[in-house]
């Protein structure tokens, strides 16, 4: 299960989670960011960055393709690999 830690501090500048500390023995290759502005609905992500490796924790900000514009965001992230998880709980951050 990924479980989202509280919001990154103001002036952080990625997105970070808890990953699955058995994750690899359990399929998982890597993860997925789903990004939405606070004005979309929660659960649907017009953005999501694929992030290899069953044991990373972060992405920088500055590695989202386009970048963000100013603004409130929620993210949430999923395991992927030999099957999806659900959606973490979103959290919220600013740009």
């Known amino acids: 299960m990924i479980q ?14 808890t990953p699955d ?5 359990h399929g ?6 789903g990004i939405r502005t606070s004005a979309n609905p929660p659960g649907t992500y017009p953005n999501i960055i694929p992030v290899d490796g069953p044991n990373s924790f972060q992405l920088f900000l500055s590695d989202i393709i386009p970048p963000l514009a100013s603004g409130t965001y ?10 999806t998880s659900a ?8 740009v």
């Open 21 to 25: 500390p058995a994750a690899a023995a």
């Open 74 to 83: 929620v993210y949430a992230v999923r395991s992927v690999g030999t099957s």
């Open 87 to 94: 959606w973490s709980t979103e959290l919220s951050f600013n």
């Open 28 to 33: 998982v290759t890597g993860y997925e960011i």
């Open 4 to 17: 989202a830690p509280p919001p990154p501090a103001i002036g952080v500048d990625y997105l970070y989670w």
